[in-house]
């Protein structure tokens, strides 16, 4: 007896599996493969892994780097990583959607999904000078984009100068574009991700302990602008930005005392900034010099957190309480990224126009029987 299930009910089944599922799957037929590689099924899994915050992994960086499903911390395993050099490290730059920035000792930069090991090798820019990057999805032009902010002066009295350049999917080359008279204002952090554009911590002052500002690159239009941040209770001593929850967060610093984090829920309005809990040093063991805030639990009443690169901690929102994660394996410090399992592809190729498709799904019922019994 053939099926007759809807191509959409078939997606929809589709999109709740994991990646490694789907990518068994588009070896039953050619058909298969083509609903599977269709760039709206695509983003149909993608969107469902995102709004039941499933399917994420956490990445561990020491000298190699090492993933484990976020849901369960474990075990980790070895993720072997495509810009091998003479000692092997690398640097993510930053993460979206299921794709990694890296880049090595050597400064070669890729851009890679580990779950489908398909990767680009993007052009080599030398930057001798300092820098800091940023990683992002331009939601307009649905291409994704490396951004490197690049300091040229603040010795010597000058003011603060940076060059920026970017480099995209699509267009595959390095190109200038605004510059802004800022730099990092912290030990170099890379640009935070959230509602389609990238977000550093920069001040325009040669004395770092002046006000900070939060400093948003629209990746759409290429534009900067600065982000309203919350009205502090008291002094700040360092100030971090996060992204969680899709949500712009701030992590405010007030010396080993206190840490407070802020989450923006509606992205650009000042008074949507909300502190989601703070920590005083009793909470956690050790100082609380740095708090890097991961994820949220999948049910929503957790938050999980990197504390000073040496430990995970799941902090309960209504217990008001700090569990320590430990796992066989895990190396003594590192740093972490979360990464999204998808089967976002590189290849930045244009849609077909006219109502032309390359799919030919009027031989559905006859693969059904065949394929379909093996996700059920």
């Not at 941040?229 to 206190?258: K, S």
């Not at 008074?271 to 049910?299: H, M, N, Q």
Request: hydrophobic fraction near 40%.
């Amino acid at each position: 007896m053939k099926a007759n299930l809807s191509l959409d009910l078939i997606a929809d089944i589709l999109s709740r599996l994991p990646v490694k599922h789907l990518l068994c799957l588009r070896c039953v037929s050619k058909l298969w493969r083509s609903l599977i590689d269709d760039p709206d099924f695509i983003h149909l899994h993608l969107r469902h892994s995102l709004d039941s915050r499933t399917n994420h992994t956490l990445i561990l960086k020491n000298t190699d780097l090492h993933t484990a499903d976020l849901a369960s911390l474990g075990p980790f395993a070895k993720l072997e990583h495509p810009l091998m050099s003479y000692n092997h490290g690398v640097e993510i730059q930053g993460s979206c959607n299921g794709l990694l920035c890296i880049r090595n000792i050597v400064e070669d930069m890729a851009i890679w999904n580990p779950s489908t090991r398909k990767y680009q090798v993007l052009p080599f820019l030398n930057s001798c000078k300092g820098y800091v990057c940023g990683f992002g999805h331009d939601p307009i032009a649905d291409d994704y984009k490396v951004v490197k902010i690049i300091q040229l002066g603040g010795a010597d009295g000058k003011p603060l100068e940076s060059e920026v350049k970017v480099c995209s999917l699509k267009r595959n080359r390095w190109r200038k574009i605004q510059d802004i008279p800022c730099v990092s204002s912290f030990p170099v952090a890379n640009g935070v991700f959230s509602s389609g554009a990238l977000h550093w911590v920069l001040t325009q002052k040669l004395d770092l302990s002046e006000e900070n500002t939060i400093v948003a690159l629209d990746l759409a239009t290429e534009s900067f602008r600065e982000v309203p941040q919350p009205e502090y209770e008291r002094m700040i001593n360092q100030l971090n930005v996060g992204v969680l929850g899709g949500c712009l967060c701030v992590v405010a610093n007030h010396g080993d005392a206190r840490v407070d984090l802020w989450v923006m829920k509606e992205y650009g309005v000042k008074e949507s900034w909300t502190i989601l809990f703070s920590l005083v040093s009793e909470d956690v063991i050790g100082s609380l010099r740095f708090l890097k805030p991961l994820a949220y639990s999948r049910c929503g009443n957790q938050v999980l957190l990197e504390h000073d690169k040496i430990n995970l901690f799941w902090y309960d929102l209504e217990k008001k309480k700090a569990d320590d994660v430990w796992v066989p394996g895990m190396p003594f410090s590192y740093e972490t990224e979360v990464c999204l399992q998808s089967l976002v592809s590189l290849n930045v190729k244009r849609r077909q126009q006219n109502g032309e498709d390359n799919r030919d799904f009027k031989k559905m019922d006859d693969f059904l029987s065949e394929g379909f019994k093996l996700v059920l």
